[in-house]
């Protein structure tokens, strides 16, 4: 299991770390049957959303298995920036972490250091279902000092601190929330405002300039808007959400009688 994991983790790294588009999609419903769903739709990576999703940690690992079944990387947004969360996450089967409502370089270096096991940072060590508990202890070494990293740009004050966000270590790309990001700029909902666009902007311009990969979540499902995000130079990319797309095609056609 942790060489298949660790060799996904590489691959997807490597794709982002070349410029090419890597495409996944958010999870919030709390059922293993929705994740091997989304996981056998040919996405790069399904991210379990603990924000605002209905799950809970004891459940993580049922569903990080049957998103591993089907050969996509299993990530977590955990709920808070906090770097104990992370940990428990990574500890739970989580290959990366995604992080929300980054503001700073120093809050993002101490999470980060808080994702790692030393010497590379100072997540505690033990047994978990990560590492079966023990019985893949020295497999999973390599794998528990570099997972995948991903901070969530989502305010004015990320934004304006995004050269020194791109520059602290072990950082693997960036993903702006664009609901959050339109509520700090006092449009909530309105993601096309061109106050939003232009912050979208000056990220994407900052994150090319650093080299440090940058994404989008494209909430409601359009392929013609994925496109564009791709063109726009994305390359962690969210492509809906699983109760997004249940709501879009769970309608009576003909209407209410």
């Known amino acids: 299991m942790t060489s298949t994991r660790i060799e ?4 997807l790294r ?4 070349s410029d090419q ?6 999870m919030q419903i709390p059922s293993p049957d929705v994740a091997e769903l989304l996981a056998s739709g040919g996405f790069d990576w399904v991210t379990i959303d603990l924000e605002h999703g209905a799950i809970a940690r004891h459940q993580l690992p049922d569903l990080f298995r049957a998103i591993e079944l089907h050969g996509a990387v299993p990530l ?3 709920a808070l920036p906090d770097g104990s969360l992370c940990q428990q996450a990574l500890d739970s089967g989580a290959v990366g972490v995604v992080i929300p409502r980054v503001e700073s370089a120093s809050q993002l270096t101490e999470i980060v250091a808080g994702c790692m096991w030393p010497p590379s940072g100072k997540r505690g060590v033990g047994f978990s279902r990560a590492n079966l508990f023990g019985r893949m ?7 528990a000092q570099q997972p995948l990293i991903v901070a969530q740009i989502e305010s004015k004050n990320a934004v304006t601190s995004i050269a020194s966000l791109l520059a602290v270590r072990g950082l693997d790309a960036v993903m702006i929330g664009p609901y959050d990001l339109s509520a700090s700029l006092g449009v909530p909902g309105q993601v096309d405002h061109p106050d939003v666009r232009a912050c979208v902007s000056e990220v994407l311009k900052a994150c090319r300039k ?12 359009d392929p013609k808007r994925l496109e564009e995000e791709i063109a726009a130079g994305h390359r962690f990319l969210a492509y809906g959400v699983d109760a997004v797309f249940v709501s879009h095609t769970a309608q009576n056609p003909r209407g209410r009688r």
């Open 210 to 221: 650093a080299g440090v990969p940058s994404g989008m979540h494209v909430v409601t499902p």
């Open 14 to 17: 490597t794709r982002l770390r």
């Open 21 to 26: 588009p890597t495409v996944g999609t958010w």
């Open 8 to 11: 996904r983790l590489t691959g």
């Open 76 to 78: 977590a947004r955990v």
């Open 137 to 143: 202890f020295e497999d999973y070494k390599t794998e």
